[in-house]
């Protein structure tokens, strides 16, 4: 059974760093596009950053590049979204999700993800 289950959020001041984890079971995800997606209350889940297969190629939303960097370190099958200089708009729910099929390349679309953890809270205090 595939299973992703998301840690590291948490409470930070604005400019203030975090970095979150998603580890991934259930199959090896190195041949799967790996995501972040956040969703603020009474907002659309929103799509953040997304990672290739084996993690050469990112994609960012322009709300967080410059700030936000996705990774995966795919021998521990986990993903990681390194998060500095917070904003409260940055503060969601924020999930980690996996492609339901090999080898395509990573999208901001929701639709390609099939696989998704239960979520962390990042708050972003002013």
């Known amino acids: 059974q595939v299973q992703l289950v998301e840690s590291g959020g948490g409470l930070v001041q604005a400019g203030g760093s975090l970095r979150l984890s998603c580890a991934a079971s259930g199959r090896t995800f190195s041949s799967y596009a790996m995501a972040w997606f956040r969703q603020a209350p009474g907002k659309e889940r929103e799509f953040v950053a997304a990672?290739?297969?084996?993690?050469?190629?990112?994609y960012s939303a322009d709300s967080v590049k410059g700030r936000f960097t996705v990774s995966r370190d795919v021998a521990k099958n986990t993903l990681y979204l390194q998060m500095n200089s917070l904003k409260p708009d940055d503060t969601a729910v924020y999930y980690c999700a996996a492609d339901r099929v090999a080898y395509r390349a990573p999208t901001s679309s929701r639709l390609q993800y099939d696989y998704w953890g239960q979520g962390t809270q990042v708050t972003v205090s002013s």
């Open positions: 990672i290739s297969l084996g993690g050469s190629s990112t």
